[in-house]
């Protein structure tokens, strides 16, 4: 007599996780949006702070893909220089925002409001990344399962 396999689950996110994350991410984008629009001071600062934003985003979306591929690969999937690329770059991107926000002449009330947002929007960005590759990993377990049940049937 054979004993019936177990059947087996692919674990995903809520919807109201997800819908969370996408609403933080989104309040994010608009917080920081803002602050940097209403932004007083020289027009050269505030080109200096959209950038140094737009630069920590895309730095902490690669940081967040690279730390994952290494997770999945192990430490000899990618090149010394590729490493120091990733962290040197959202090393860089923070710490030259930072610089950047510290040195303004603005109100302090002001500098917080961004600097705040700022955090904001680099905390929510790694946990949207996470969201998302947790979403396609789990859509390849499942692709990869049904394949498996199809075969077997």
């Not at 000899?76 to 120091?84: A, E, I, K, Q, V």
């Amino acid at each position: 007599m054979s004993t019936p396999s177990p059947r087996l689950m692919v674990r995903r996110d809520t919807k109201a996780w997800r819908a969370q994350v996408w609403v933080s991410f989104g309040v994010a984008v608009a917080v920081c949006a803002t602050g940097l629009a209403w932004l007083p001071g020289e027009e050269l600062d505030r080109a200096f702070m959209v950038m140094g934003y737009v630069f920590c985003l895309s730095s902490a979306f690669a940081l967040a893909k690279y730390v994952r591929d290494q997770q999945l690969r192990g430490p000899r999937g990618d090149t010394p220089m590729w490493n120091l690329v990733v962290w040197g770059g959202f090393a860089m991107a923070m710490a030259l925002t930072g610089w950047g926000l510290w040195r303004m002449q603005i109100n302090p009330t002001y500098k917080a409001y961004l600097l705040v947002s700022w955090l904001f929007l680099i905390s929510s960005a790694f946990t949207l990344a996470k969201t998302l590759r947790d979403a396609f990993e789990a859509d390849r377990a499942d692709t990869a399962l049904r394949s498996d049940t199809e075969r077997t049937a």
